[in-house]
């Protein structure tokens, strides 16, 4: 007896199928998100970009970083970011782009985004006629989505379309997705004092990520060894307490959401805060925000020592021990920290934070 080879389908044979699983699933409950219905279906969320489903979809080459560099092209557009509670949307143009090596930047005043490319693999460019949307969408390596940039009335129609015709790619095959690296890291100190001690040493907050790379030990991890005067759970509704008084107040605020492949930054005030259902969300002009507050399963607010003076946050976590959101006061390197974020943050928490 020989083995018989298993004959990969082809993209005709893969999108058909795709795409009836989708309409008997979207007939049934019409109301589901394209993160949701790939859920469902047990796809990720890319296959179903590149399988047409629900939407028109052209594969765009070149690779992630070159694609990225020509996003300043286009003038004002959505740019949007997420992970599955959190969503962040920001209107701006793409200014001071840096991505020429595995790790990049945008630092523009309204788009603020620090990336991670070794996991990006795939791009599209994606029209909704049922929405009336069009966009340019970028996928790691598992099909997961990392970041999308929208077409608005504000954006340069012809720069968007010279961009992607001069990416486009004709042939259309079946996507080859691959599981992202597991995380190299505990999430129990293996040595409680010695995190601590690493953690009173920090003189920049930008300090941190190699603190827990030294020890190879999960943010949550970091903080439940740190102690309550620099790392101290709180209410889980302190992400609603904080914003209401933040836009209450006009205090300027950092909203940070990310994923494996990037973090998404907000600088300003917020202004209009409306629930619907399970979501929680910032509607303003430029900026929105939606926070899936069912799936907060610890909050934190997090003191850090810098040459600047003591900087806290306030985290936000899944159950997984995944961090949805992160919050911040307004502030740049050489500045402390603002006094009424600092006591909006104190106010928060039970007992006294380090000063």
Known sequence: MTEQTAIAPTYADFAAELQTR???????????????????????????????????SQPLAGGAQTLFKQLGSLGRVLAL?????????????????????????VLGPDIDLRLFFSCWQFAWHVTDPTHGRESIQFFA?????????????ETDARAWQALVAAFAQTERSVPQFSALATLDEAHEAADANAVRNAW???DDTHAFFPMLRKFKLSRLGALRAAGPDLAQSVDNDAVETLLQRAADTGLAIMCFVGNRGIVQIHSGPVQ?????????????????LHLQTTAIHSSWVVNK???????????????????????????KPGQPELPAWRALLTDL????LAA
């Not at 699933?25 to 990720?44: F, H, N």
């Not at 997984?320 to 919050?327: D, M, P, R």
């Not at 928490?349 to 006294?352: F, N």
Request: glycine letters at 8%; hydrophobic letters at 40%.
């Open 272 to 288: 209009k805060l409306l629930r619907t259902g399970p979501w929680f969300n910032v509607l303003d002009p430029t900026f929105n």
């Open 200 to 202: 009173l040493a920090l």
């Open 22 to 56: 989708y309409a008997a699933l979207i007939a049934a409950e019409p109301k589901l998100r394209i993160r949701d219905l790939a859920d469902k279906l047990g796809v990720s969320e890319a296959a179903l970009v590149a399988a047409q489903c629900g939407v028109q």
């Open 141 to 153: 390596a598992d099909g997961s989505a990392v970041h999308k940039v929208y077409r608005t009335d």
């Open 349 to 352: 928490c039970a007992q006294p």
């Open 305 to 331: 020592p810098t040459r600047d003076g003591w900087v806290t946050s306030l985290e936000i976590y899944n159950a997984a021990g995944e961090l949805i959101v992160q919050f911040f006061g307004v502030r």
């Open 81 to 105: 970011s997420r992970n599955d509670a959190c969503v962040h949307e920001r209107h701006g143009r793409y200014e001071d782009i840096h991505a020429g090596g595995p790790v990049g930047m």
